[in-house]
């Protein structure tokens, strides 16, 4: 079952910028965000629910200024949805548990085992340490 809020809870857990890219569809400024060039091993989650996405294993630097991610840990933990918005034909990504606007999805992830790149927005993200 989606998790469902108000506006004014989800902006009030999620802080300003969090809100403006998970609950508008929003977008991080490029390079810009902690996940980007963050190479610790581990689990990134929703922000907005924390339900597990990605695992560090599956994550590469695309050069693209936004973490990036050759597959989901669980393909029934995103939702991919058409997105035609600002002129261009892309593939959103949405956290299959409370909606929240992850980022997109390219197929030009090029040397990757799936030839994706899931290209995420850190603030979209949370992030859990792997316990050795």
């Known amino acids: 079952?989606?998790?469902?809020?108000?506006?004014?809870?989800?902006?009030?857990?999620?802080?300003?910028e969090s809100y403006r890219v998970l609950r508008q569809k929003g977008t991080e400024r490029p390079h810009t965000?902690?996940?980007n060039k963050f190479w610790d091993e581990g689990e990134y989650v929703c922000k907005g629910c924390n339900q597990v996405l990605f695992e560090s294993k599956t994550k590469f630097d695309?050069?693209?200024?936004?973490?990036?991610?050759?597959?989901?840990?669980?393909?029934s933990?995103?939702?991919e949805n058409p997105d035609y918005s600002h002129g261009m034909i892309r593939?959103?990504?949405?956290?299959?548990n409370c909606n929240g606007h992850l980022g997109h999805v390219f197929t030009d992830g090029h040397g990757t085992p799936t030839g994706l790149r899931?290209?995420?927005?850190?603030v979209s993200l949370g992030f859990q340490k792997k316990e050795n």
């Open 62 to 75: 695309a050069g693209c200024g936004w973490p990036s991610f050759y597959e989901s840990i669980d393909k």
């Open 91 to 96: 593939v959103e990504v949405l956290c299959s």
């Open 118 to 122: 899931y290209c995420i927005n850190s």
């Open 33 to 35: 965000g902690a996940y």
């Open 1 to 16: 079952m989606a998790i469902e809020k108000t506006e004014e809870e989800w902006k009030q857990e999620l802080g300003e």
């Open 77 to 79: 933990n995103v939702i």
